[in-house]
């Protein structure tokens, strides 16, 4: 594994248990490209680890993450030809002509990662906390379980502020149910962890201050359970969502995303891939605040 900058990999009860923490507070640990590789490659070597048997994903910070990284510094250089640029962005068909470079770039860095963690060969517990948006919900659907601080907020904001039929790996209509997330993607709002819990997305939830030792007890608890038996509940339940269509679903999905960045690139000239307020969108950046879901 790389010298990491972006996540700290914390090794607990003798290793049976990893904490990967991601660490850029100051974004709200909004996912630049780095960040993501450093995720794949942590969560590797949890599952090339036998001592390991339940990898749980946090976030420092006053959010577990904004979701995907559209602005910041660091996020500009890695994109843009130069000595900042991310090697990620060189290959897997980033050096292609046309609309194949975004394509294939999100397919790999986007979906297909957040498709193989969700097959993770150990136990996974996303811990969220402040903000879960956009992206951040897919970093916490691929874990096998969501244990959230009370004061957590999950929201999908791209259709409402960016133009989009939502995130890459399009887990909503399974997480939320299908009217529900409709609701949520055309609106924007945002649902509580209460709320949460009762739709059993979320399978605790903590007060703030108490959200880190609840998720190490879970973690502790799941520990104690032979790894095969632990593997095998987890492949259990997964090949059965699959069964239902999960994967075919995930897939189709991406291709709408991909039309979806399609439209706007040609409605802008090729100046931008994503819808922005001259279309009538609210700003991705400045705008107001995400509203709480009403009955």
Not at 196 to 221: C, N, W, Y
């Amino acid at each position: 594994m790389t010298t990491a900058r972006f996540i700290r990999y914390q090794l607990v009860d003798d290793g049976a248990i990893v904490r990967v923490v991601m660490d850029r507070p100051r974004t709200r640990n909004a996912q630049n490209r780095g960040l993501l590789v450093e995720l794949g490659e942590a969560f590797e070597r949890a599952e090339a680890d036998d001592q390991v048997r339940v990898v749980i994903l946090s976030g420092d910070g006053p959010s577990f993450s904004a979701g995907h990284d559209l602005g910041s510094a660091e996020s500009i250089a890695e994109r843009e030809p130069g000595p900042g640029q991310h090697p990620s962005y060189t290959c897997r068909g980033g050096t292609r002509p046309g609309l194949e470079p975004k394509w294939l770039q999100e397919w790999h860095y986007y979906f297909a990662n957040t498709r193989r963690w969700r097959d993770l060969r150990k136990i996974t517990i996303a811990q969220v906390h402040g903000a879960v948006f956009s992206a951040a919900l897919m970093l916490a659907w691929c874990c096998d379980l969501i244990v959230a601080a009370e004061d957590t907020v999950f929201a999908d904001v791209v259709g409402t502020r960016l133009g989009m039929c939502g995130v890459e790996y399009f887990a909503h209509p399974w997480e939320f149910g299908p009217r529900l997330a409709k609701e949520l993607l055309l609106t924007g709002d945002s649902l509580d962890a209460q709320t949460a819990a009762q739709l059993h997305m979320v399978s605790k939830v903590f007060p703030s201050a108490e959200l880190a030792d609840g998720t190490l007890a879970l973690a502790r608890r799941i520990a104690q359970l032979p790894t095969m038996t632990a593997l095998l509940i987890k492949d259990s339940v997964n090949r059965s969502v699959d069964a239902m269509g999960f994967n075919s679903a995930l897939e189709t999905a991406f291709g709408l995303h991909q039309l979806n960045h399609a439209q706007w690139t040609y409605l802008s000239g090729g100046r931008t891939a994503v819808g922005t307020s001259e279309f009538g969108l609210l700003p991705w950046k400045g705008g107001p605040p995400v509203q709480a879901k009403t009955t």
